[in-house]
């Protein structure tokens, strides 16, 4: 494993010298963005170990090594778009503040806030990569549509071109012509029958008016409610990533959970023991779902609540070291992440 890191480091190493004499590409930023992440995973895993009593410092200062060559405290990244000048002093100012911190809690609290940065980094030079690639696209496709807009046969179609509301309007003008059709003027025409249609006529619209209003009052709350309703009823949720029906309950996720663990799959037992307790904690009101949340930002929500959040916490690095790291899941992670888990479901039902 660490010949191997080290073999990738070695052409990071390359690339970033070689970046020093001219500006990096999105693509050479994005790709080093993601060593350091795998850098910081295999930290994370020896936090894990460290908890046990094995710290390898040595080890921990080779990693941080790399991970300072691999990406400097800035430099400039162009694109088609234009060009930025980066500013990653923040990594090395938490990496110092790992390396000084003997608290293994805290060290993951440290390792966890930088990964996810370094994925919000990434998603940004995603989006930057995915405009760069369309623009052009996008261009081409406004002077072709602006071409065929201006073509002749278009111009007339469009002029032809007639909406619902002005077809209705225009058979309801047609039918009440036909009910009351126009006579020409004649000396001899009594005045008072024109009076008398023109009346009529204004007392037929105001009677379909007034139905068409009386409709709209009626129904568009009903289909409206219906919407909400059909809405509600989808509610799934999506939590860390797993989309989680509305009908299943955090005691259905968690029997889930015992069944990977008893087919020997604990890495993903404790990952679905985790959805299920953010789920059980978010029918109690205690914390809010939301797509774009982490597991530190579910931690953060009841930081107030002493009892749970240290019962959390540690399953929290649970989590972590297993989901995230590179190391394997033993028995004895599974068996910590159940009793905490117990515990911190016994607690918010009493």
Not at 12 to 19: E, R, S
Not at 27 to 43: F, G, M, N
Not at 165 to 179: H, I, N, T
Not at 208 to 214: D, H, Q, S
Request: charged share 30%; glycine share 6%; net charge positive.
């Amino acid at each position: 494993m660490r010949f191997c890191l080290r073999a990738g480091v070695a052409i990071c190493f390359v690339l970033t010298l070689a970046l020093t004499a001219s500006a990096a590409s999105l693509d050479d930023y994005r790709q080093r963005v993601e060593s350091v992440h795998i850098y910081v995973e295999e930290l994370l895993a020896e936090v894990g170990n460290a908890e046990q009593g094995k710290r390898d410092v040595p080890h921990e200062n080779e990693v941080i090594a790399h991970i300072r060559r691999v990406l400097p405290p800035t430099e400039k990244v162009e694109w088609p778009g234009g060009s930025v000048e980066t500013a990653n002093q923040w990594l090395f100012v938490s990496l110092e503040q790992f390396q000084n911190e003997s608290d293994s809690a805290k060290r993951g609290v440290i390792l966890t806030g930088i990964n996810e940065r370094l994925t919000s980094i990434a998603r940004e030079v995603d989006l930057l990569q995915k405009a760069a690639a369309s623009s052009r696209t996008k261009d081409e496709d406004k002077q072709k549509l602006a071409e065929i807009l201006q073509r002749e046969e278009y111009q007339k179609a469009q002029a032809k071109e007639e909406s619902i509301f002005q077809k209705w309007l225009r058979e309801f003008m047609e039918w009440l012509a036909k009910v009351f059709p126009r006579t020409p003027a004649t000396p001899s025409s009594d005045p008072g029958t024109g009076s008398l249609k023109m009346g009529l006529q204004i007392l037929i619209f105001a009677i379909v008016i007034g139905l068409v209003g009386f409709l709209i009052y009626k129904f568009v709350p009903f289909f409206g409610r219906r919407g909400r309703k059909k809405k509600k009823e989808k509610g799934d949720r999506v939590i860390l990533g797993e989309r989680v029906a509305s009908d299943e309950s955090a005691a259905s996720l968690f029997d889930e959970a015992e069944m990977l663990a008893r087919e020997g799959n604990l890495r993903g037992a404790i990952r679905k023991g985790y959805i299920a307790l953010l789920c059980e904690l978010s029918d109690r009101k205690l914390i809010g779902l939301a797509r774009h949340k982490t597991n530190r930002d579910y931690l953060r929500d009841v930081k107030k609540r002493a009892d749970l959040f240290e019962n959390m916490n540690g399953m929290t690095l649970n989590f972590e070291r297993n989901w995230y790291g590179l190391r394997p899941t033993d028995a004895q992670d599974w068996e910590d992440f159940k009793n905490r888990y117990q515990q911190t479901i016994a607690g918010v039902k009493g």
